[in-house]
């Protein structure tokens, strides 16, 4: 079997991280009449302003609406909506964890449910205190309880003509005008996006001075900056500079290590959010190839995954064999870097010899 292997010339590891399944949230396992819900192992915590209370609503079973057909628990204000008195009210992730909110699906009308009054419905998201957006729409909200039992579906892509739905954000308010004194919230399509950051590349190598250059590019968000490390062997490193992040969107950045000798470095980036998350790169290795081995290994042991630097011109194949000579692995390296998944060998002790006769050995915990 040949391995999976992701190979890039030149030491260029493109890295693409993404979020998790978008998640929608019906409802129907929450606790009736409490102002937190648990959604995905996450809790959310539901506020409002003291005119109107609103939390689960279990008490009209049918009443809901999950996307597809009807359900039997939303978030409203019933027996809370005062005459005369519009709708505010908050929904945030328990510890400030940020999140995108997809879409949800939104019940509007006067106090006795007469949808066919106007008004609007204003959306904000906030995150840590600062708003990311407002949008609000006057028109095209349901008003009939005839088609999907009376909800309107509000797409965060789409809703007040801009596309929200991948901004990071930690609550949401939804604030009505108008005569809508009532509203009932179903159906929450949220992610939890754990990182703020795409790589997109990162790369490596020496100047004619001995010096280490490196440059990596990345779509952001929210980044406050990020801190180079370097390691000698790929598993301990030290942070030696740091640079502040330019803002949403996608930059370049670069760093040349002064301190840097002849011979192997290994690098990474540890970018930190402004709520204090970090991610990291991948690590690459920088080195003047012709002072080091021909094919070298790390990190060593390796648990999931094993990185190779094979310095030559034309790509090799090889094979991994375990302690007992038996051939578990075919390999075909590329000049540069290559990673390979060796969480599925058992642990113990490797070898890779390649046809150029060329060979390394490494461990498996």
């Given at each position: 079997m040949k391995a999976n292997l992701l190979t890039i010339a030149g030491c260029l590891l493109p890295v693409i991280m993404w979020a998790q399944t978008p998640y929608t949230e019906t409802f129907e396992s929450a606790?009736?009449?409490a102002t937190s819900f648990t959604s995905n192992s996450q809790v959310f915590n539901i506020t409002a302003t003291p005119a109107g209370a609103f939390y689960i609503q279990g008490g009209y079973?049918?009443?809901?609406?999950n996307g597809t057909g009807v359900d039997n628990k939303y978030i409203d204000n019933s027996g809370h909506s005062t005459f005369g008195t519009n709708c505010n009210f908050t929904i945030a992730t328990q510890g400030n964890t940020p999140f995108t909110l997809k879409s949800?699906?939104?019940?509007?009308?006067?106090?006795?449910?007469?949808?066919g009054v106007s008004g609007g419905c204003t959306v904000t998201g906030k995150l840590g205190g600062v708003t990311k957006f407002t949008v609000?729409?006057?028109t095209g909200f349901n008003t009939s309880t005839s088609t999907d039992n009376g909800y309107t579906f509000i797409d965060m892509t789409t809703y007040g003509g801009s596309d929200n739905s991948t901004t990071l954000i930690d609550q949401f308010t939804v604030s009505t005008s108008g005569s809508y004194y009532y509203a009932g919230l179903d159906a929450m399509t949220w992610e939890m996006n754990t990182l703020a950051v795409n790589w997109i590349n990162f790369t490596g190598s020496l100047d004619a001075s001995g010096h280490a250059r490196l440059a990596w590019k990345v779509q952001e968000q929210d980044v406050m900056q990020y801190a180079v490390e370097r390691s000698p062997d790929g598993r301990l490193f030290n942070t030696i500079g740091t640079i502040a992040g330019l803002g949403d969107g996608?930059?370049?950045?670069?760093?040349?290590?002064?301190?840097a000798s002849t011979g192997a470095a290994f690098y990474r980036i540890v970018q930190t959010n402004v709520d204090g998350r970090i991610t990291y790169?991948?690590?690459?290795?920088?080195?003047?190839?012709?002072?080091n081995n021909l094919l070298f290994a790390w990190p060593v042991?390796?648990?999931s995954v094993?990185?190779?630097s094979f310095s030559a011109d034309t790509p090799a194949a090889g094979l991994i064999s375990g302690g007992d000579g038996r051939i578990v692995e075919r390999v075909q390296l590329q000049p540069g870097v290559s990673i390979l998944d060796v969480s599925k060998f058992a642990p113990g002790e490797y070898i890779l010899r390649l046809v150029t006769g060329a060979s390394v050995r490494f461990m498996k915990f």
């Open positions: 606790t009736n009449n079973p049918g009443t809901g609406w949800f699906w939104i019940f509007l009308s006067d106090n006795s449910l007469n949808q609000t729409q006057t996608e930059h370049t950045y670069s760093f040349q290590d002064m301190q790169s991948n690590i690459i290795r920088v080195a003047d190839h012709g002072k042991p390796a648990r094993l990185n190779f």
